[in-house]
């Protein structure tokens, strides 16, 4: 047994005399079984000479088993599969057939299918399953199968199906009415009344509602009197004639009328138009501020112009209650003022009060005179005792020195402090005198130096020769100060007598110590400094300038200092950290190390997520950025000249979007343009089968084409657990085509590139290419009628793979897959103005015929019977679910996708 992943949706097979339906089971793989002759065989082709030479009889009008009888053994008559004539196949669709006196006969038809329209040339077209035992339900359904939905049911009229099934008019106090398809209000309950007219809300508005005697009954009209309503508003379970409420002032519709309170009339509403005042006290209550009561937002209120309120006018001191809260003269605003001069002590300020209607000061202390140093403020300004007319005269009041002399002394002024007068800035004497000051301030000079040989005082008073120099030898001769050398450990270097060079003799020959050895002035002059890298720790394997020819050594502060250009070594060689730039920061001989990439081979769009930039890809170094950084030079490039975008997993147009199609694209002139063929008014079709973005001449490529796992309808949702791969589809020549996929999958695949799953008659008219062609042959003419040969052929059975060979005997079977649109096959495509390749042969392909019902049209490269791959044989229906080996599809669209 051969197994093929399909099943036969019933039994029309040309090669066999009796027809009987057989039920095949699944083999061990999971795939439907069938004997080898269920799969239709064709002939190999007759070979013709001038002798009969014996074959099989078939019904062909021939007598090919030389009996010198014609078609013997066939039953015109009653022979289902050549009825009337040779190769008159009975066959209706969706329904069992048979041959009755050489005329094709409709049966019965399958289950789920029913001939309403009572024409057999379509068969029994009409798709439908019974529901509810035949019984028509309002439930959008054709229960009965009849054609008619729910038929039986009035949606214009119906309360419980009002517009649609089973939506009931039902509304809040009220009962439901349908008019017209539309839900309305036929009444309102006792008690209640639809006062805003929006259904929405109901019968809305409830009347406060007391029982009168006369008992009635409730949706009954006529029982009660004018302005009455018939209720049972105590809830006794017996309704009452009721007086509808009248109107008054209380923010509600209280009759149920839609009016309320000024809206309407409130004439029995005795408490508006009555005479009343702001406030009842004082000023409020006099004839000048009466008003009258009205209805404002539900509350009766007092209003008028010249209304008076509690607290509206201030109360001051006039003898009347002007605030009206009963009290004349209290809290007055004209009160409570300061008076008087001062507040300071022993002053005090008053308070402005409302005495007898009139405003007095009360508590006052003025100032009582002039100031005097006596602790007191006598004038009241803040301060004590300031500018006491008393105080300024002088005090100790000291003798005048002699002539020429200075004196320490002198007299102060008496002051006022503490309340108290005081001398205040007399000096008084300091001591004995001293050189040309009377230091007792008696006015006489006592104990003077002599000026001619006193260093302190030479010449002069306070002459101190030792002040020209504290590290010189001085003395005092004649009045004038002399020289004497420098004292032990200093030096007169600018021969000025200062002696202001401490130093100590070390050496005549100068080192780098930070001391001056030889007492010259310069320290560390003139000093010669040691290699370069041992003083610097500059690693012998740098070469590069910073390290070498740019680096010098200065003997500063006693210690020898290096200097590299800036960035280089800091602080030192050992401790330099090595940062990202075009220096060898730490001279060790290498370049940025602390970026291992540096350098490197890198990419314009490196960390990017896919697709980065695609086509615009460029190539480039990494080269520093910052310190501790490196950045890709590459910068993204251009898609011109050509930035269309194939369909190739590949973002051709570098927009960051991968094989957009035309409905996905975000506005460039750049999409997918599938290769498609015009087959109809609005109908267009990929010219290829559809392969996988990344299939090529030798691979399939990889990815499911399911895009939709829940809520995918229209479209049937991808199986329960499985990842969404969104693979799209591309219809390209040389690439392998895309087979085992499902049902589900074409449908997803074909939906995510703006297109669909063809139907079956779409399918089938373009492999017929306007023509009745039995077969995707070149040209549409009676080549495309007839079966394959050596001119004309596809991948079925009858190819065997190997390059340009087409055998006809299948002596050898070499059957596999080709390439879309393959060079290796003659004339196979059917001939629209474009051709469309691979509809016969290659893979079959899945078309939709109904809901869950889909059809494998067109043969495969493993179909070894024309008759199979047919653009009529449509016999192989499948479920949504399945897949098989060699299996494939292309796709439709209602506009150019292009």
């Given at each position: ?342 507040a300071i002590f022993p002053c005090s300020i008053g308070t402005v009060l409302c005495v007898n209607g009139s405003l007095e000061c009360v508590g006052a202390v003025e100032p009582s005179g002039a100031e005097v140093c006596n602790g007191v403020d006598d004038d009241c300004n803040g301060t004590v005792d300031d500018n006491p007319t008393d105080a300024g005269a002088a005090c100790n009041v000291p003798s005048p020195p002699p002539a ?360 089938q008219g373009a492999c017929q290419a306007g023509a009745g062609c039995n077969w995707g042959y070149n040209p549409n003419n009676a080549q495309c009628q007839s079966v394959a040969s050596s001119t004309k052929y596809c991948n079925t059975g009858y190819f065997d793979f190997v390059p340009g060979v087409w055998d006809s005997t299948m002596a050898d079977d070499q059957d596999g897959l080709l390439v879309c649109g393959s060079p290796l ?74």
């Open positions: 047994m051969r197994t093929y992943p399909l099943f036969l949706a019933f039994c029309l097979i040309p090669l066999f005399v009796a027809c009987e339906w057989e039920t095949y089971k699944t083999g061990s793989d999971g795939h439907w079984e069938f004997p080898d002759a269920s799969i239709p065989d064709a002939d190999d082709g007759d070979v013709q000479s001038d002798a009969c030479v014996p074959s099989e009889e078939v019904c062909d009008g021939l007598d090919n088993d030389c009996d010198q009888v014609v078609d013997n053994g066939f039953n015109l008559q009653s022979d289902p599969t050549n009825c009337g004539t040779c190769g008159n196949v009975c066959s209706f669709d969706y329904a069992t057939s048979s041959c009755i006196g050489g005329q094709c006969v409709m049966g019965d038809c399958f289950p789920g299918h029913f001939n309403v329209n009572g024409d057999e040339n379509d068969g029994c077209e009409y798709n439908c399953f019974v529901s509810n035992d035949g019984t028509e339900l309002c439930d959008g359904k054709d229960n009965n199968c009849n054609g008619q939905i729910d038929e039986d049911f009035d949606l214009q009229n119906d309360p419980l199906n009002c517009g649609s099934c089973s939506n009931t008019c039902v509304f809040l106090n009220g009962v439901g009415g349908c008019s017209g398809g539309h839900c309305v209000i036929a009444g309102c309950v006792g008690g209640f009344r639809d006062a805003d007219n929006d259904p929405n809300n109901g019968c809305e508005c409830k009347m406060a509602l007391t029982e009168g005697t006369t008992i009635c009954t409730e949706g009954m009209s006529g029982q009660c009197g004018t302005d009455e309503v018939c209720a049972d508003a105590d809830g006794d379970g017996t309704a009452h004639c009721a007086p509808v409420p009248l109107e008054i002032c209380d923010g509600k519709d209280n009759d149920c009328n839609g009016l309320t309170d000024a809206e309407d009339t409130m004439a029995s509403d005795a408490r508006l138009g009555l005479s009343c005042f702001g406030d009842p006290d004082g000023l409020c209550a006099t004839a000048a501020h009466e008003g009258t009561t009205s209805c404002v937002n539900g509350a009766v209120v007092c209003s008028g112009a010249n209304l008076l309120y509690a607290n509206s006018v201030a109360e001051t001191c006039n003898g009347i209650d002007d605030d009206c809260d009963g009290v004349i003269d209290d809290n007055t605003t004209d009160s409570g003022a300061s008076c008087g001069t001062s020429g002399a200075t004196s320490p002394c002198q007299a102060g002024t008496l002051q006022c402090i503490g309340g108290a007068l005081q001398c205040s800035g007399s000096i008084l004497p300091t001591g004995d005198d001293t050189c040309g000051v009377d230091g007792n301030c008696n006015g006489i000079l006592e104990n003077q130096p002599d000026l001619t040989s006193d260093v302190q005082n030479c010449g002069t008073c306070n002459n101190n020769c030792n002040s020209l120099g504290a590290n010189a030898n001085w003395s005092c001769a004649a009045g004038t100060c002399q020289f004497n050398g420098c004292k032990t450990g200093y030096h007169d270097l600018d021969g000025d007598q200062s002696c202001e060079y401490p130093c100590i003799f070390n050496s005549s020959t100068e080192t780098c110590n930070g001391i001056d050895d030889n007492c010259d002035g310069e320290i560390d002059e003139g000093v010669t400094p040691p290699s370069l890298n041992n003083l610097c720790g500059i690693s012998l394997a740098a070469t590069r300038p910073e390290c070498t020819t740019l680096v010098s050594a200065q003997c500063v502060g006693g210690t020898w200092q290096c200097s590299f250009p800036a960035g280089v070594c800091n602080p030192t060689c050992a401790a330099a950290v090595e940062i990202c730039d075009t220096l060898d920061n730490n001279c060790n001989g290498s370049l940025n190390e602390n970026v291992p990439q540096y350098g490197k081979d890198c990419y314009s769009d490196e960390g990017l997520p896919y697709p980065g930039h695609g086509a615009c890809r460029t190539a480039g170094t990494y080269v520093c950025s910052g310190n501790d950084a490196v950045v890709c030079d590459a910068v993204k490039g251009s898609c011109e000249p050509n930035c269309d975008e194939d369909c190739d997993g590949i973002d051709n147009d570098c927009d960051g979007l991968v094989d957009e199609t035309y409905e996905t694209n975000v506005g460039d002139a750049y999409f997918i343009r599938p290769d498609v063929v015009q087959i109809g008014t609005n109908l267009w079709m990929t010219a290829y089968e559809i392969s996988r973005p990344t299939a090529s001449a030798t691979s399939f490529g990889i990815g499911n084409g399911y895009h939709c796992g829940s809520g995918c309808s229209p479209l049937p949702s991808a199986p329960a657990g499985v990842t969404l791969d969104e693979t799209i589809g591309c219809s390209v020549q040389g690439h392998l085509p895309w087979f085992n996929v499902s049902p589900i999958e074409v449908e997803q695949v074909c939906d995510a590139i703006g297109g669909r799953i063809c139907t079956l008659s779409e399918w096959l003659m004339n196979c495509w059917a001939d629209w103005a474009d051709p469309i390749y691979d509809i016969t042969g290659n893979l079959r392909e899945i078309t939709k015929a109904a809901s869950y019902d889909y059809r494998l049209m067109g043969g495969s490269f493993a179909t070894s019977s024309e008759a199979g791959a047919s653009c009529t044989f449509d016999f192989y229906s499948v479920e949504e679910d399945f897949q098989g080996y060699d299996t494939g599809f292309r796709c439709c669209f209602d506009t150019d996708p292009r």
